[in-house]
C-alpha cells in the first residue's frame, strides 16, 4: 500500500496570505495525484488532478505541483472560503488517500 | 449535471449487515467511461477507499483489502443506482459513508469528480 503523509497537519495563517501543503508518497506515484478540499458536513471537491491539472471551475489561486514521491499544493492567497481540510489521494497503485492538513484561521 | 443521492439506515446492529444505495441522474451506471465508488470516513482512519464497480463490455469490481471478504458492491441498471453491503459490520466500521464517481482524465488516470451527500452510519447495539 502506498503511504501518503501531509505537512502540516494544521496550517494556521489569515486571509491574503499563501499556503503550503505538502504530501509525500511512501513510493512513486509518478503525478497520479489528486488534491481534495473538504468542508464541514460537505463531501470531499476535487480541486487538482494529476498533480498540477486544476480540476473544472477551480479557481487559478489553487496550483499543485510535484513528481514521483513528492508534491505541493498552494494557494496563492487565501480567501474565506479557502479554509478547509485538504487531502491528497493516489491512483498510482489501488487507491489511498492522505490523512490531511487543515488551513485554519489565524 | 451528476447528483448522486445515498440513502440507507444510520443504525446498524453489530454483526449485521450494512446496506446503502445511491441513486446517480445526470449519467449511467453502466457508462463506459466511469467508475462508481464507495468511500468511508472515519476519525480513526480517515478517508478509506473501499471499492468500485465500472462497466467495459462486462462488469467489474475492485475492492481494498481491508474489506474485500466482508463487501458487496452492485450495480442495478434499471434503477441506475449503485449499492453498498458490509457483512458482520463492528463499532470500527462507524464512519460516514460516501458513494463517489470515479471519471477518465487525459493522463488516463481516474479521480474522483462527483460524490454523494454522505450517510453517517453507525454500529451499535
Known amino acids: 500500500e502506498v503511504v501518503l503523509t501531509q505537512s502540516p497537519a494544521t496550517l494556521s495563517l489569515s486571509p491574503g496570505e499563501r499556503a503550503t501543503l505538502s504530501c509525500r508518497a511512501s513510493?512513486?506515484?509518478?503525478?497520479?495525484l489528486a488534491w481534495y478540499q473538504q468542508k464541514p458536513g460537505q463531501a470531499p471537491r476535487l480541486l487538482i488532478y494529476d498533480a498540477s491539472n486544476r480540476a473544472t471551475g477551480i479557481p487559478a489561486r489553487f496550483s499543485g505541483s510535484g513528481s514521483g514521491t513528492d508534491f505541493t499544493l498552494t494557494i496563492s492567497s487565501l480567501e474565506p472560503e479557502d479554509f478547509a481540510v485538504y487531502y491528497c489521494?493516489?491512483?498510482?497503485?489501488?487507491?489511498?488517500f492522505g490523512g490531511g492538513t487543515k488551513v485554519e484561521i489565524k | 449535471h451528476v447528483q448522486l443521492q445515498q440513502s440507507g439506515p444510520g443504525l446498524v446492529k453489530p454483526s449485521q449487515t450494512l446496506s446503502l444505495t445511491c441513486a446517480i441522474s445526470?449519467?449511467?451506471?453502466?457508462?463506459?467511461?466511469?467508475?462508481w465508488n464507495w468511500i468511508r470516513q472515519s476519525p480513526s482512519r480517515g478517508l478509506e477507499w473501499l471499492g468500485r464497480?465500472?462497466?467495459?463490455?462486462?462488469?467489474?469490481?475492485d475492492y481494498a483489502v481491508s474489506v474485500t471478504s466482508r463487501i458487496t458492491i452492485s450495480a442495478d441498471t434499471s434503477k441506475n443506482q449503485l449499492s453498498l453491503q458490509v457483512n458482520s459490520v463492528t463499532p470500527e466500521d462507524t464512519a460516514v459513508y460516501y458513494c463517489?464517481?470515479?471519471?477518465?482524465?487525459?493522463?488516463?488516470?481516474?479521480?474522483?469528480?462527483?460524490w454523494g451527500q454522505g450517510t453517517l452510519v453507525t454500529v451499535s447495539s
Open positions: 513510493q512513486s506515484v509518478s503525478t497520479y
Open positions: 464497480t465500472y462497466y467495459r463490455s462486462k462488469w467489474y469490481n
Open positions: 463517489a464517481r470515479e471519471n477518465g482524465y487525459s493522463s488516463g488516470q481516474y479521480y474522483f469528480d462527483y
Open positions: 445526470g449519467d449511467s451506471v453502466s457508462s463506459n467511461s466511469a467508475a
Open positions: 489521494q493516489q491512483r498510482s497503485y489501488w487507491l489511498t
